[in-house]
């Protein structure tokens, strides 16, 4: 058994971070990813089971906006409510803020996490063409944090 400790990045976590993205992504240089992450101010909240850090939020505030620029979960830990916690989180954090919208971009094959988002209250607002380096279009989602719920 373990408990899941949602917390603020430390840079212990880097390697478990990385890990984590070189398997939920198609990213050639997961390194990187965080790199930017980091050097755009983001903020990161980790999934941390006490062994290991399994899951991440990666949050960016832009005027009165935040983006989740990534989130993800270790493929043995997914469907346990982690990335459920995670975006609580990102949606406490972005409130306190004083953001008026949450904004992400989501491939459109990507059901589990539309799913995840539809959840808590986000809907679709546009469509983005071959947004992806793939070809892939992506999905806008958004959610209005003066009218969400607390989920909590
Ligand atoms: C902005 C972006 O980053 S978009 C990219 C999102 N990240 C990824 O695609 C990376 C790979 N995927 C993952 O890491 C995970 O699947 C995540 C982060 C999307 C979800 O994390 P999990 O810990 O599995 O989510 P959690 O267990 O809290 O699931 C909550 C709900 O999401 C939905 N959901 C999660 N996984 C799935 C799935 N495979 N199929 C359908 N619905 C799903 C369900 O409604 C689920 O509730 P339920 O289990 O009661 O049915």
């Not at 992400?104 to 990507?110: A, P």
């Not at 995840?116 to 892939?136: H, P, R, T």
Request: hydrophobic share 40%; proline share 2%; aromatic share 12%.
């Amino acid at each position: 058994m373990y408990s899941v400790l949602i917390r603020p990045f430390e840079p212990r976590d880097s390697s478990d971070i990385i890990r984590i993205d070189a398997e939920s992504f198609s990213t050639q240089n997961p390194t990187y990813d965080l790199f930017v992450y980091l050097a755009y101010g983001s903020e990161i909240f980790v999934a941390d089971i006490g062994a290991m850090v399994v899951g991440y939020v990666v949050l960016v505030y832009r005027e009165d906006e935040a983006k989740i620029m990534s989130i993800a979960v270790k493929k043995e830990f997914r469907r346990k409510g982690i990335g459920s916690m995670l975006l609580r989180e990102a949606i406490k954090r972005a409130k306190e803020k004083g953001t008026k919208r949450l904004l992400l971009e989501v491939r459109v094959s990507n059901v589990a996490a539309q799913e995840l988002y539809k959840k808590f209250g986000f809907s679709v607002v546009g469509v983005l063409d071959s947004y992806y380096s793939d070809g892939e279009s992506a999905y806008l989602m958004s959610l209005d944090l003066n009218q969400a719920d607390d989920f909590s």
